[in-house]
């Protein structure tokens, strides 16, 4: 189980006498990389009863045309740059800051897909 509570070692490398169990809300997950494809989410719980919607896979993203200042459906082509990693360039993962080529030009992405579930964008 991915936790997010202290390191076992400390700065210098020697190991932390263990005072207890994880604990339940401790909990972490592994980061949900949203890729090029036909729409896909997953329903996680989170703290609290709540549901929390990530997107596993787009190809439709909302994109604002900053001159009309409207909102319109457009189909992802391809990742054409991601500032997070030049990797995820290659595997198309769309993360927030994202270049997307769409079919109305280059967009931005403005949310966080694998915590939203939908992917935003504007136009560049």
């Not at 076992?8 to 490398?13: L, Y």
């Not at 972490?28 to 609290?48: A, L």
């Amino acid at each position: 189980m991915l936790t997010q509570n202290r390191s076992n070692r400390t700065p210098a490398g020697a190991k932390y006498k263990k005072a207890r169990d994880k604990r339940l809300y401790e909990t972490g997950s592994v980061p949900t990389h949203t890729r090029i494809g036909e729409m896909q989410v997953k329903r996680v719980r989170i703290k609290g009863g709540g549901l929390k919607i990530s997107a596993v896979k787009a190809d439709v993203a909302n994109v604002l045309d900053p001159r009309s200042r409207a909102y319109k459906k457009s189909k992802i082509k391809t990742v054409a740059d991601n500032p997070a990693s030049k990797h995820f360039i290659r595997r198309n993962i769309i993360t927030k800051g994202t270049i997307i080529e769409t079919e109305l030009g280059k967009a931005r992405v403005t949310n966080r897909p694998g915590q939203e579930g939908t992917v935003n964008a504007v136009l560049v």
